[in-house]
């Protein structure tokens, strides 16, 4: 905690007690109260407090970790001892702010609406004498924070990045003899440091929405999407994340994704908690009430795998609807909800990764081999030196680019089967690398999706099922800047572009909406945001999971690393990755148990789970798991 400095005099800033959970008797845990700074741990015992002992639960992730409550105001603080105090209170584990309200002169404490948009900063906000003093007028005093602002989360929880200088004023009055703050901001406004302590970032689950081609059979009903949001995760987490999924989807997925729960469906209990069976049984307001079987399976869906998502730890169960009066509706198990929802459209599971090796073949292996095989079909043989490849997500198919970058060809992965003609021709010239088409990607429909790129422009194609023509698909975002690289989700209904805007290449995510008829379906991608703003330049990017994608790049007079990326821009909360030299492509699969292989100085290398990276061939380009 920060002690106070400059000529005010008076109590020094309020100090916030710290619990920390340690075993004691019969499962019990020690809530022993100490002061002290935010992340240190207490200086010595304290010598008076009460000690309360508090039931264990080993399926509430947070409950392990260190504890932060506010101390309520000093008598005779300073205005600024008061700021930084109500700051400090702000980022304790209270579900209602009661401590932090104490710092509110009594209007404030009716219209201060702290979960309105939180502001996250580089490092905590500080007062800017030099700039604006702080000063004392007739009617109170003022006292200015600044920092350097990096996201935001809005009051739907939806994470931005968002680079800019942060500048507020908060103003104090006197109430009662004390200095009370009377103006401020809505919302928090948190360092990285709190912010990363007391959020967590947690995908709900909403349901792919096709339009205009929902009736195409390739595009199920039951493919649904994650939409990453933070949420405090200390404070009722399985009761907040259920809050947030019955809150309707963000507003960037808002068009592609829709909900099964009704419009005004809300928790009809007050606190959710998973069972001693790992069962979850969660009682829902009248509105959900009247659905038929199919649509409360449909909704338990949603449950399960948000709530799995936030409860890591423990595997559920099962999950059960009731009416407000406890009456079932529906129940949905672990299996059920595995079997008949995926969190996006794929075969079984690969047992394969593939790249393009020294012999121009593509080639294929399993986690642990050593040695690749060559594939089969008319790819495995060597006989079409391609640039790059894409396998389908069935792994029936192969798409490939030829190597000077011109041609793409689509052939079956059978024996005894042709390669056939080119499917699509890049319109312009290729002079380099940069040029002509980029490596296609399969999505989880059976569709195939490529860019064709000159030194001017590139445009966006797909192709339905792999054949036919091309159809080009609008990104109005794009402006003058130039596509080098795409990966399709499995869903169909995010795109991750390497933009080119003079010499920087950044990523970006894109929705796929589709509107126009059945017949006549027109394709845009649309809302491009950063997906790695703190990188200058990125070099490459693979979907690792259902809200996450590995990304290799730099940052501004860097070196090259790689790193775990949310699809909302903030930093994933996945392991460190080891660094490897000079990786020009990297492949990741959306099951995050599987490992990533990347194309190296070294040639093509592995990194297994809690491993390090492993060599598995020397000479090789392209390395891709399907899709």
Not at 119 to 144: I, S
């Amino acid at each position: 905690m920060e002690t106070e400095r400059g000529n005010e005099q008076g109590a020094g800033p309020a100090r916030r007690r710290r619990t920390r959970k340690g075993t004691g008797p019969a499962g019990k845990a020690l809530l022993i109260g100490c002061a002290g700074a935010l992340l240190a741990g207490c200086a010595s015992m304290p010598d008076n407090g009460d000690v309360t002992a508090v039931d264990q639960s080993p399926r509430a992730e947070g409950d392990s970790q260190v504890r932060v409550y506010g101390v309520p105001p000093q008598d005779g603080a300073q205005p600024t001892n008061i700021v930084r105090s109500f700051l400090d209170a702000t980022t304790s584990d209270e579900a209602d702010f009661r401590t932090a309200i104490q710092y509110l002169a009594k209007p404030a404490k009716r219209t201060w609406r702290p979960f309105q948009v939180t502001k996250v900063l580089q490092e905590r906000p500080k007062p800017e004498p030099k700039v604006q003093p702080n000063r004392e007028d007739g009617n109170g005093y003022t006292v200015t924070l600044s920092g350097s602002q990096v996201a935001s989360v809005d009051d739907n929880h939806a994470y931005t990045p968002e680079e800019k200088p942060y500048r507020q004023t908060i103003h104090l009055v006197k109430e009662d003899g004390q200095w009370r703050i009377d103006r401020l901001p809505n919302g928090l406004v948190l360092g990285l440091s709190d912010f990363q302590r007391i959020y967590r970032s947690v995908n709900k689950y909403y349901f792919a929405s096709y339009h205009s081609e929902s009736q195409d059979p390739k595009a199920s009903r039951n493919v649904l999407v994650a939409d990453p949001v933070y949420l405090r995760q200390r404070i009722k987490p399985i009761t907040s994340s259920v809050q947030a999924l019955l809150a309707g989807p963000t507003d960037w997925l808002n068009e592609v994704t829709s909900s099964e729960f009704p419009r005004g469906t809300r928790l009809a209990a007050r606190d959710l908690a998973l069972d001693d069976s790992n069962a979850l049984h969660v009682k829902l307001s009248k509105q959900a009430a009247n659905a038929d079987t199919t649509q409360c399976k449909r909704m338990a869906a949603q449950l399960f795998f948000t709530v799995q998502d936030m409860t890591r730890a423990s595997k559920i169960s099962e999950v059960e609807l009731q009416d407000p009066g406890g009456n079932s509706l529906c129940e949905l198990s672990q299996e059920q909800a595995e079997r008949d929802f995926v969190s996006s459209p794929r075969s079984a599971r690969s047992a394969k990764e593939y790249f393009i090796d020294a012999d121009h073949k593509v080639v294929a292996m399993s986690d642990y081999a050593t040695e690749p095989t060559p594939v089969r079909g008319p790819f495995g043989t060597g006989r079409t030196p391609l640039r790059s490849v894409a396998i389908s997500r069935a792994e029936n198919t192969a798409a490939g680019v030829s190597s000077d970058g011109r041609s793409l060809y689509v052939a079956p992965l059978e024996d005894g089967t042709e390669r056939g003609g080119s499917l699509l021709t890049s319109a312009g010239p290729v002079k380099s690398a940069d040029e002509g088409l980029t490596a296609p990607s399969w999505d989880g429909l059976g569709d195939l999706w490529i860019a064709d790129r000159n030194a001017h422009g590139s445009r966006l194609l797909r192709m339905r099922e792999g054949k036919g023509d091309p159809e080009e698909v609008a990104v109005p975002g794009l402006g003058g800047r130039r596509i080098k690289a795409i990966k399709v989700a499995a869903d169909g209904i995010r795109i991750a572009i390497l933009v080119e805007d003079k010499g920087r290449t950044t990523l970006q995510l894109g929705r796929v909406e589709r509107k126009g008829s059945a017949l006549h379906p027109v394709l845009s991608v649309q809302e491009l945001r950063p997906i790695a703003p703190q990188l200058e330049d990125v070099v490459a990017a693979s979907w690792a999971g259902g809200s996450r994608l590995v990304v290799v790049g730099r940052e501004s007079g860097g070196v090259q690393q790689m790193q775990f990326m949310e699809t909302d821009g903030s930093a994933s909360n996945a392991q460190t990755l080891p660094g490897v030299n000079g990786v020009k492509a990297v492949a990741a699969s959306e099951d995050e148990t599987r490992p990533l292989i990347a194309d190296a100085t070294e040639g093509i290398v592995r990194l297994p789970p809690d491993a390090n990276w492993k060599t598995v061939a020397k000479d090789g380009t392209a390395p891709v798991y399907p899709g």
